[in-house]
């Protein structure tokens, strides 16, 4: 019996220590396949072609939310070939195509920067509300919302296209210039006129009518200008009782005018000197005289439209020094009008 507990003692732990030997081999080989693990792990991006670098930033992450967003990104951006590598100090061979750092610091609340914090001058990406989003779904929304913000971010921006620069004009050419718009307006009116010499102005037994027609050529620059006008008319009768003396008068004046226009309304006020070209003749005695008065004319002329237009006017003369009619035997038997009212309708053509 007591031989046989030294015997069997021995044995258990013979066998104890081969336990524990195989215990630590196995251990050994695990310890050792994860740390293989972790370094294939570790090699990110694992072949040549194009990675995202992937920071996470902010209090509002868990690893395994970590995880679950990495996982679904990656299978995002698998379909355009790149790759997802969480952010790390060893830095790869080659550099990333693109960075994107994802901030939350509340969990309902993500913010992607395609681009580092550090490297951002100003907000540029978008943010996302995820109390809405059941929390199974929640990483692919993110990963979706992060495939979204890289398709608008060029890896490699170009340089921006200059516009072709513009010739400057030669020197020895002055540029053009728009000539300013000339404000000159000529002017030509025609149309019939009546004179009247009233009684008072000529001790005759009537008032003297004398039908004529009247023309008038004006210029005008803006407001202001000048006229000629001339009145053509034929001869009339000055009774004075039962003495008749005929008169031809042919009145020509120049006349400073002022132009005043509302809208398509125009009224012209001229005022100047007249001459007019006097013939009297008294037929019983054949005898006729002719004499040049003088004296200062005023006119109004009232007009609408602005090439073609009608007008109509009215005018007077006053003549300071009357010439008296003189007929042997009968001596002195009247004098000539010192006033003459005029009144004229036509149509006047203007020019710029």
């Not at 679904?72 to 790149?82: D, F, K, V």
């Not at 580092?116 to 199974?136: H, N, W």
Request: charged fraction near 20%; glycine fraction near 8%; hydrophobic fraction near 45%.
């Amino acid at each position: 019996m007591h031989r046989s507990l030294p015997s069997f003692l021995a044995r258990v732990a013979v066998a104890r220590g081969a336990r524990s030997a195989g215990v630590a081999v196995s251990f050994a080989l695990l310890f050792g396949w994860n740390g293989v693990a972790r370094a294939a792990e570790a090699k990110c991006p694992r072949g040549g072609g194009g990675w995202i670098d992937l920071l996470f930033s902010g209090t509002a992450w868990s690893p395994a939310q970590q995880e679950d967003v990495v996982r679904e990104l990656r299978i995002e951006l698998s379909r355009r070939s790149l790759e997802v590598c969480p952010h790390t100090e060893d830095l790869p061979a080659s550099p990333p195509v693109a960075v994107v750092t994802l901030l939350s610091s509340d969990p309902d609340r993500v913010s992607i920067v395609p681009s580092r914090l550090q490297d951002e001058g100003g907000f540029s990406g978008r943010t996302i509300r995820l109390g809405s989003i059941p929390e199974d779904a929640r990483a692919l929304a993110i990963a979706q919302a992060a495939d979204e913000a890289l398709r608008g971010v060029s890896a490699t921006p170009e340089p921006p296209v200059m516009p072709p620069a513009r010739e400057p004009p030669p020197k020895d050419l002055p540029a053009p210039t728009l000539a300013p718009a000339s404000t000159v307006r000529l002017a030509v009116s025609i149309g019939p006129m009546l004179e009247l010499a009233p009684t008072a102005f000529t001790a005759a037994g009537k008032t003297v009518l004398a039908p004529a027609m009247a023309l008038r050529v004006a210029v005008t620059n803006s407001r202001f200008g000048g006229s000629i006008g001339v009145v053509l008319g034929r001869s009339t009768d000055f009774v004075f009782d039962s003495v008749s003396i005929s008169q031809f008068r042919l009145p020509v004046d120049a006349s400073f005018r002022l132009v005043l226009r509302a809208g398509q309304l125009q009224g012209a006020l001229d005022a100047g000197a007249v001459l007019a070209l006097l013939r009297e003749e008294y037929a019983p005695a054949h005898r006729a005289h002719q004499e040049v008065e003088a004296g200062a004319r005023a006119g109004l002329t009232l007009s609408w439209g602005d090439r073609i237009v009608p007008f109509m006017g009215a005018s007077i003369e006053v003549l300071p020094s009357p010439f008296d009619f003189r007929f042997a035997p009968m001596g002195s038997i009247g004098h000539t009008s010192s006033l003459w009212l005029g009144f004229a309708l036509g149509m006047e053509v203007r020019w710029r």
